[in-house]
């Protein structure tokens, strides 16, 4: 079975500050992995995702993530935090890209301190 | 741009009323998807459709049913609502070799009174 933990319900930053926000996960064959992210008021839409090649993905606005399968981690960061970077973050894996249905973890949310 | 569009942002209705809710794609996505959003639990998925007419049960299916009969459009029904019902319903559609890229609708907060 496939599952996700992510680490921390509401992370809290200064503007310009780090953005880590963590992902743990648990698969019994090699993961696909993605970061999703909901701006208030409105759907999720896709950040980035690993699936093979590369363990350093980029995505969106700035954000990056790493997958280190030997952490089972794949956290999300990004350099310097933005006020439009506020919204809940949810890290998701399935097990192949065909996959029929992904697994998302409980999300985080992101707030950013003037 | 892929849109998918759910028929109600805000909806409020009694228990044990019939409840629909509406899904509408316009990319011609094979897939589609159900889920309920609820605080610290994430996104759980209800059902899901890889095709007109066919539907496989999600991890919480218990106390719905959903109905596709175009490739375009899913529908969510809550035959006899309750308030443990109460959550936001989101919408989602995907490519059939892509279920990881799934687009999402705005949702709809249903409250169940």
């Known amino acids: 079975a496939q599952s996700v933990t992510q680490l921390g319900s509401h992370v809290s930053v200064s503007e310009g500050a780090l953005v880590l926000l963590r992902c743990n996960y648990s698969s019994s064959v090699p993961p696909y992995l993605f970061w999703y992210v909901q701006y208030p008021n409105q759907g999720l839409q896709l950040l980035l995702k690993y699936t093979t090649g590369a363990t350093l993905v980029k995505g969106i606005n700035g954000f990056e993530a790493e997958f280190k399968k030997s952490e089972t981690s794949f956290h999300l960061t990004k350099p310097s935090a933005h006020m439009s970077d506020a919204a809940e973050y949810f890290c998701?894996?399935?097990?192949?890209?065909?996959?029929?249905?992904?697994?998302f973890g409980s999300g985080t949310r992101l707030s950013i301190r003037p | 741009d892929v849109k998918v569009t759910q028929s109600s942002r805000y909806l409020v209705k009694r228990t044990g009323e019939k409840v629909f809710l509406e899904c509408v794609q316009d990319m011609d996505h094979e897939n589609m998807f159900w889920y309920r959003q609820d605080p610290g639990l994430g996104l759980r998925l209800i059902y899901f459709s890889y095709d007109v007419k066919m539907k496989e049960k999600g991890d919480i299916p218990e106390g719905y049913s959903v109905s596709r009969e175009k490739k375009e459009r899913f529908s969510l029904i809550l035959e006899s609502a309750s308030t443990n019902q109460t959550s936001m319903y989101l919408c989602?559609?995907?490519?059939?070799?892509?279920?990881?890229?799934?687009?999402f609708g705005p949702g709809t907060r249903l409250t169940v009174t």
């Open positions: 989602a559609s995907s490519l059939p070799r892509q279920a990881h890229e799934q687009y």
């Open positions: 998701a894996v399935s097990r192949y890209s065909s996959a029929s249905k992904i697994i």
